[in-house]
């Protein structure tokens, strides 16, 4: 048996004893493939294992995601973040139907001109799905990878070029779909971040970090900074309804409804911040603002506070199409940045203990 093939042989005999039972690793159907895959990316595991069963239950097939409306595709994935994915399943679901008769194509030329298939999507559904000899790489691979070959620096794309050429090397003919998970998996349970499990790993003898003693400092660890960032949040009430804003369709949490307001700026007070983005967004003007309550939300980059305030307007904004006045049993029906819903399941409580 020669190096490449004990590596492999390794790598996936363990796996096969190792590997956690997750429920898009019982099925070939190529559209469950794809719809963890893109679920997987950003998002942990135990993140994506009720968004997947719900998702699948709501669009069983690629027909299904294709005839459903953008508004409840983003509702469906709302809490999941980085809601493009969800648009270019939406956009690739209606290419799929529309030139491949529901069924995505096999060819890895074909699925990556669909949109959101960039260079791992493309590789994982092209190899678990169909068994073809596409390589991937995502962060738990760029970490193995890395200390294989003791590779300086950083876990970036700047390492990507020599990852690739190992790969190119290591991938077995055959059952690549098994290899790809099985490298991804050992990244996650065994070659971890901070405290890699080296008594543990299957191909420890294969890598040089191990070998030099250096494999907890490699790859190098960027300090991460999060940024906070202040909100005022404004809730028009006008009878039982509240009013809620659609952002607009390019940028962060493009599409996404909202309660109005923004961002306050250095040396405002949260109800100036208020006063003014209620004016510039709505030109409305509001005599009073009552504090309901604080809420916090953390994003991969940042941290959002939101200071929610009861507004009174001296008069309502005009209508327009990306404006809706709703009861609050109703709000929960819309796609809303989880800040919002989380303003909406704190405002429902408030009411029913007003009835109480």
């Not at 994915?85 to 529901?102: D, F, Q, S, T, V």
């Not at 998996?185 to 065994?190: F, M, N, P, T, V």
């Amino acid at each position: 048996m020669n190096k490449r093939t004990s590596f492999s042989s390794n790598l996936t005999d363990w796996y096969g004893r190792n590997a956690r039972r997750l429920p898009w690793r019982v099925t070939r159907d190529p559209y469950k493939i794809w719809i963890s895959e893109v679920m997987l990316q950003q998002t942990t595991v135990n993140a994506v294992i009720p968004y997947y069963g719900k998702w699948l239950t709501i669009f069983p097939t690629v027909e299904d995601l294709k005839r459903a409306p953008l508004e409840k595709v983003l509702k469906v994935w709302q809490g999941l973040g980085y809601y493009q994915r969800a648009k270019n399943l939406h956009k690739a679901a209606r290419i799929i139907c529309a030139h491949y008769e529901g069924k995505l194509p096999s060819e890895p030329e074909k699925l990556r001109k669909l949109p959101g298939f960039g260079p791992y999507t493309t590789g994982a559904v092209a190899s678990i799905a169909f068994d073809l000899p596409c390589t991937i790489i995502d962060a738990n691979v760029r970490r193995v990878v890395m200390r294989l070959l003791a590779l300086d620096g950083y876990a970036d794309t700047s390492q990507d070029q020599r990852i690739e050429e190992f790969l190119q090397k290591a991938i077995p003919s055959r059952n690549t779909g098994t290899f790809n998970q099985a490298l991804m998996e050992l990244g996650a349970l065994i070659c971890r971040n901070r405290e890699p499990l080296c008594l543990l790993c299957p191909v420890k003898a294969h890598c040089a970090a191990h070998q030099k003693g250096i494999q907890k400092i490699i790859p190098k660890l960027k300090k991460k900074i999060i940024q906070d960032l202040d909100v005022a949040i404004g809730i028009l009430q006008r009878g039982n309804k509240y009013l809620i804003q659609k952002r607009p369709s390019r940028g962060l949490l493009a599409d996404l409804w909202e309660f109005p307001g923004g961002k306050i700026e250095k040396g405002e007070t949260p109800q100036e911040a208020l006063k003014r983005e209620l004016k510039e967004e709505l030109d409305i003007d509001i005599t009073t603002s009552r504090l309901l309550m604080n809420v916090r939300h953390f994003y991969t980059q940042f941290r959002v506070n939101l200071h929610v305030f009861h507004c009174q307007p001296k008069s309502y904004p005009r209508p327009h199409s990306f404006r809706k006045w709703l009861p609050i049993s109703r709000l929960t029906e819309y796609p809303m940045p989880s800040g919002n819903a989380k303003i909406v399941a704190r405002l429902q409580k408030v009411i029913d203990n007003s009835r109480e």
